[in-house]
């Protein structure tokens, strides 16, 4: 007997995964124990790219997830609701569940986790971080024996395509973000991936498993990138930076709090981050004993994100396969205690900012002074542009707690030569 998949949503990624369950040529033999039994769509009038027997294609989901005869539920649809309902469902009816929905994960895992543990099924999330990048599992299993210090990664695709093409063509900013959706990278609401949100809810679950514990969502600091601007780009360059999308998790060295927060950052020229561009991903993990290790590929599209669901779908068939009486605890999630996560202010980082103010002598002497006051010191400080009469100045802080660097600008802001600070950013 076949192991029978009841897929819900049959978008970018649902078709991506149907496309290659079709396709199983070269491929995994084990795939070919998979029968698409169903597929739960909103329309059933829309013209699909793949081809399906009329009684597979339905509009009641919650048939789906209720059916005997459906041994692993794919959960592709997106969105809350109705997502975190038929996940629970499907689990409290004994279905082993894939997903790539990363939002109902990072708002709702410990309901679906305790609920998969007390039914004695398995929710599998590839696909959720990273699109086609193998990460989850790597850091469920490959590097579990390692203790993590840091997890940074380019997360978003949507984000790093527009970012990328905004630095090397110039681009407008809305101009790609609708070649990111005509191909497929974006959410169906994109404010998600431009906010940081779709970031954040990637680097929740990292870090989660990262380090062993619950992440709350509203504790993880979220900077989209709305606020980066073409100026900005061509600043960071001429000082031998790129700016990037990052999510980073780290733990601090003399506590057992975690930072974990999403913010575009300028990020030195010779880090391996910096060269990650367009749709591409990627997460560099730091741990002890392995040192660095990176994970790159493609973060988002039918394709790469469809590999990540069926090598779920695969690893469940195994395990259906081989029945065992009891959980494999490495595909498991049994977290039951939230990490302690440190507010934004306790943060020591660089910062660039770019000030424009009176064209009038001593400015620069006046924001030295602002910034000495609260110990922040300056890594490098530029004057070249003008805009509108105003002269445009740049600087770069050696490392600097957050807190300190704010007053330090707040203080900056009630200066009579001070026009605006229109861009403040973290460096790497
Ligand atoms: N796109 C990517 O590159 C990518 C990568 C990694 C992870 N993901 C995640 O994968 C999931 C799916 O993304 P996608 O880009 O494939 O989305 P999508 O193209 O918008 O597809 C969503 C599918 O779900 C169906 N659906 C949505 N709400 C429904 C409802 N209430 N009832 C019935 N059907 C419903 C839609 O049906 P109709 O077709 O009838 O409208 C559609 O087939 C999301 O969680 C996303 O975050 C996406
Ligand atoms: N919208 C997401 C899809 C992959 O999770 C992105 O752009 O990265
Ligand atoms: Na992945």
Do not use: W
């Not at 039914?119 to 490959?142: C, D, F, H, R, T």
């Not at 069926?310 to 999630?333: E, G, Q, R, Y």
């Not at 977290?335 to 440190?342: G, L, P, R, W």
């Amino acid at each position: 007997m076949g192991v029978k998949l009841g897929i819900l949503g049959l978008g970018t990624v649902g078709t991506g995964t149907v496309q290659l369950l079709q396709d199983m040529v070269g491929r995994n033999p084990l795939l070919q124990e998979i029968e698409i039994y169903r597929v739960g769509v909103r329309s059933l009038d829309k013209i699909r790219n793949v081809e399906l027997p009329a009684q597979v294609l339905t509009t009641d989901l919650a048939a789906i997830v209720n059916d005997p005869a459906v041994d692993i539920v794919v959960e592709l649809m997106g969105g809350l609701e109705p997502a975190r309902s038929l996940i629970l469902k499907a689990l409290n009816h004994g279905k082993h569940v894939v997903t790539a929905n990363k939002a109902v994960i990072a708002r709702f895992g410990a309901e679906i986790f305790t609920t998969a543990n007390q039914a004695g099924v398995y929710v599998m999330l590839e696909a959720a971080v990273g699109g086609g990048i193998p990460v989850i599992q790597p850091l469920k299993q490959s590097l579990s024996v390692n203790r993590i210090n840091t997890v940074t990664g380019i997360i978003n695709g949507t984000t790093n395509y527009i970012l990328t093409r905004m630095q090397t063509e110039g681009s407008n900013f809305s101009d790609v973000l609708a070649d990111a959706q005509r191909l497929g990278y974006a959410e169906a609401d994109p404010t998600s991936d431009v906010e940081g949100l779709d970031a954040a809810d990637k680097i929740a679950i990292l870090a989660s498993l990262g380090f062993g514990g619950r992440i709350n969502l509203e504790d993880v600091y979220c900077e989209g990138i709305r606020q980066v601007s073409k100026t900005d780009i061509t600043y960071a360059e001429k000082l031998g930076f790129v700016i990037k999308l990052l999510a980073i998790a780290k733990k601090y060295t003399d506590s057992s709090d975690l930072s974990v927060r999403v913010h575009p950052t300028l990020v030195p020229k010779p880090h391996p981050l910096a060269s990650i561009n367009g749709v591409y991903n990627a997460i560099l993990v730091e741990g002890e004993p392995i040192g660095q290790v990176m994970f790159f590929g493609p973060g988002a599209g039918a394709g790469a994100t469809a590999s990540a669901v069926t090598s779920d779908i695969l690893n469940l068939v195994a395990v259906l396969k081989t029945s065992t009486a009891n959980p494999n605890p490495l595909f498991t999630c049994a977290h039951q205690d939230y990490c302690q996560i440190a507010p934004i202010t306790e943060l020591v980082t660089r910062f660039y900012a770019r000030f424009l103010t009176k064209d009038q002598p001593g400015v620069i002497g006046k924001l030295g002074t602002c910034f000495g006051n609260y110990g922040v010191s300056l890594e490098s400080v530029v004057q070249t542009g003008f805009q509108g009469g105003l002269a445009e100045i740049v600087v770069v802080t050696h490392d600097v707690r957050e807190g300190d660097f704010r007053k330090a600008l707040a203080e900056i802001k009630n200066l009579e030569d001070i026009d605006s600070i229109p861009s403040l950013l973290r460096v790497l």
